[in-house]
């Protein structure tokens, strides 16, 4: 009510001042004066019963209380979110346009001035010389773009011409590409375009005005890209779908969300699905927040809080696939998604696992009613995330690029961290150089915490047989995980306690070496399963089973001889590819096992492209003491002749020349460059470094 008092009070002071301007202007202007009478008549209207929560209401939807739900569900988020680990991604940007935010408008117009400026060298006197109509009509469409978004209207909720600005952008970019064209041919025919002949002469290089269109042509490139982008389109379309595998920081996300938002005073709801039971969406969201009210006065309250800000409130469910209410979420998203459409100044963000995708979303709401965006992780900025990471736990950044794909994911560099730090390491161990040793030192790690939790003798090591008898039961199934009450039967053989929260199978799974999961079948069946949460981890140890069980050391090569078994692994490319993560295990594995690279042992497999980029791959994952000169000559002539595994190999050589006691190191590196003259190097050197790496996030 204070609120509403208040916000009367200042309209009685504008009202007086409009009407002294109004009378000095001699015109007649009549102000109408809705008093509490006239206010509380049409806020009793159904229509309008959240609005009448938000302005009267002083229990809910103030500052305090959004700010102590969100503080709720963050606490009740506990490890999946650590604030001094976050690292800034450019997957954080959809946030601007699903929540119609002055920074993606920003954003918006700030492509627009790029294009604005860029098209101001149109004006070039030698440029309409020699192209007139066609740099005319460039010149019309560069302001047709300019103009659409000069017309956003950012104080309504409206939707963008995001289509439109996409097509006058693309136009633009190829109507540069035409005039560029025009300007080339011009050139070659010293100062004609085509068949005309100018009545002056011009000049033969068009350098500059070139330079220009080229500019002109990546901003529109740029803006048109943007405007088809899920940022974009989450401003008309306000649902975004968030999915990824286990472990990538989808929930990390949400709660960094939330948590900026409130600094900047945007409202903001997080809901974690583990609290919701299986029943009506909306209900359960109430009762988790607490509220006495339905589902339309929520809603409208929300509605009027985010018009007031003039930006989208958001509400943010975290993890679809988890807890009671999962099955829901099929039945009533659709209708759910249906409700929230009737409230523009409302957005929603759920997430879910990749793998229960399919289950918890219902065919054809993608595209229509959601916005999908694929979580990847630390994808794309595994350095900068290893250095923050070990900053912060106290240990020394790594002298080589982070061990990736792997540290591209947030849960197992904080666990790979956490093993240092209980181990009482400030650095990498010397020696600590390869997959092999990176998870044996993961296990070892986890052996000693789980020994403690449960009061048991960590040198029986019972996570390592643990996960020996995981890895054998999977290998012999010959699948990448097991059923629920299978592997939970089979850890229980290991170690068996009847509290489930101290039960061995629960500590592997919090420790993040198992996985609960959802797998397909056939027939469109699923089951609920458990896998190693890190699939080259699952690789590793079921090809380290294999090796142990059917390799021969003394002669290595038979145990891939027609007939044996490992013979199906390596039959043909297509087997290869089939079994591409053994395969790299393989790859890994047999140097430093046998000191033998797979090529050698099986030479029928050499120009498989499967191999050959599991080589690759090794180069990085393998001990520094598994390279022979049988690598060497594998390199040379299989890896760096293909023209598909050339910058496979070059990033490989590139990732560990820092690593100052690998064979390939920056040594090698600069010993191969000096022997090559300059114009041989810039054919291939140069040229890699510039399409590889000129677009690169720095490292």
Known sequence: MDRCVHAMDRWRDHLEKWEGWAREGGKSVVFTLWGQHELANRLLQDEHRGRLRYWFDKQFFSNEWFDDRLQEAIANADQRYLPELHVDLAIQEVFRGLGRTPEFFDAVRTMQGKVRRAAQHLAS????????????????????????????????????????ISQCARAVADQAVRVNAILWDAERQGGESGAAVRARPVRRS????????????????????????????????????????????????????????????????????????????????????????????????????????????????????????????ERHLPGFLVRLARYPWVGLVVSVRSSYETTVIREGLV????????????????????????????IVAPTIPPLHPEFS??????????????????????????????????????????????????GAQLVQRCVDGVAAAMANTKRRWLPREDAWALIESYHSNQSFTRSLFRQLV?????????????????????????????????????????????????????????????????????????????AVQLPESVGQELPELVPQCASFGAVREAVVNSIVWRDVHAFTQATQQYLNEWLLSYEDTFPLTMSALLTVATQVDHPYNARTLHRNLCQRTLPDRDAWWSTYLHYEYSNSEPS
Request: charged share 25%.
């Open 206 to 329: 068009f350098d500059a005005e070139r330079y220009f269109l080229d500019i002109l042509r990546r901003e529109a490139i740029t803006l048109a890209d943007l405007a088809e982008s899920p940022e974009a389109m989450l401003a008309n379309t306000p649902a975004l779908l968030l999915v990824g595998p286990a472990g990538t920081g989808k929930s990390h996300l949400l709660c960094r969300l939330a948590s900026v938002r409130k600094a900047l005073d945007r409202p903001t709801i997080l809901i974690l699905s583990e609290q919701l039971a299986n029943g009506e969406p909306w209900t359960e969201i109430l009762r988790v927040l607490q509220l006495q009210c339905d589902a339309d006065e929520f809603l409208g309250a929300l509605n009027a809080a985010g018009q007031a800000r003039g930006l989208r409130v958001l509400i943010a469910i975290d993890a679809l696939n988890e807890g009671e209410g999962r099955a829901m979420w």
């Open 409 to 458: 994911s947030p849960l197992f560099l904080r666990l790979f961290c956490q093993a240092l730090q209980s181990f009482g390491y400030q650095q990498i161990p010397s020696g600590l150089h390869g997959l092999t040793a990176v998870f044996t030192f993961f296990l070892d790690s986890v052996n000693a915490k789980v020994a403690r939790c449960l009061d048991i003798d960590p």
């Open 367 to 394: 595209g229509t009613r959601l916005v999908r965006v694929e979580h990847r992780g630390f994808y794309g900025a595994e350095a900068r995330a290893a250095i923050h990471f070990f900053a912060h736990h106290g």
């Open 125 to 164: 006197h030698e440029l309409r010389m020699v192209a007139r109509d066609e740099t005319e009509a460039l010149a019309r469409r560069a302001a047709a773009v300019v103009e659409e978004i000069e017309q956003l209207n950012t104080s309504a909720m409206e939707p963008l011409p995001l289509v439109r």
């Open 510 to 586: 919090l420790e993040g070496v198992l996985a609960e999961d959802r797998f397909y079948t056939g027939e469109d069946e699923w089951t609920e399963g458990v896998r190693f949460t890190y699939e080259k981890f699952s690789d590793h140890l079921i090809t380290r089973h294999l090796l142990k069980r059917h390799l021969s050391q003394d002669d290595p090569a038979s145990s891939f001889a027609p007939g044996s078994a490992l013979a199906d692994l390596v039959h043909d490319d297509w087997s290869c590819w089939q079994h591409s993560g053994t395969i790299e295990a393989l």
